[in-house]
Structure formats: structure tokens, C-alpha cells
């Protein structure tokens, strides 16, 4: 399934890569779909994309979880669902 936001295909989460502990904010390489196109990125470059206004989600049995920023010290990634920070990432597969 893809979905499209005001005509722009949402890039949809699909693995995860930890380096130096199990949380969130040890997660250092995110791969993706989004339309027909794959990819890989660092969580610097999909932080940036984020705040810059892109759409990221991960899919799951409806609704999608939006992904959005948490302003740390360095900043990362984390699911939100009803308003309340979820484990969505920490659950996809690992690379």
C-alpha cells in the first residue's frame, strides 16, 4: 500500500540499523520506500528531511504512525500515535 499527502508519496520506514545500544536514539541508518523508489539514509539526513517538512511514517495496520523528531542533544526519531511517543521503529527489522 502507498499513500499519497497532497499529492507526494509518504516515505514509509522499513529497517532499522542500532549502533551502540537498543533505543532510539542509537538508531543510525534508516532504510525506506517511497512510491517504486528504496533507499538508505543516515538518522542526520532523515532528521533534517523530517524538520524540512517531509512526510515519514511507518506502516502499520491503520492507521500508518507518523515519525517525527525529538529535540535532544543529538536529535532523533521517534513514532507518535494519538499524541503519545511510540516503539513502532525499535519493532522493524534490523540491517
Do not use: C
Amino acid at each position: 500500500m502507498v499513500s499519497e499527502v497532497g499529492g507526494v508519496f509518504m516515505r514509509y520506514i522499513t529497517q532499522i540499523h542500532l549502533e551502540g545500544g537498543a533505543l532510539h536514539e542509537h538508531i543510525s541508518r534508516l532504510r525506506w520506500r517511497e512510491g517504486n523508489a528504496v533507499g538508505e539514509t543516515s538518522r542526520e539526513e532523515l532528521v533534517q528531511w523530517v524538520k524540512n517538512g517531509g512526510n515519514v511514517a511507518v506502516e502499520t495496520l491503520p492507521p500508518d504512525v507518523r515519525v517525527e523528531v525529538i529535540d535532544a542533544r543529538p536529535p532523533y526519531l521517534r513514532t507518535k500515535a494519538n499524541g503519545v511517543l511510540t516503539d513502532n521503529l525499535l519493532e522493524l527489522p534490523r540491517f
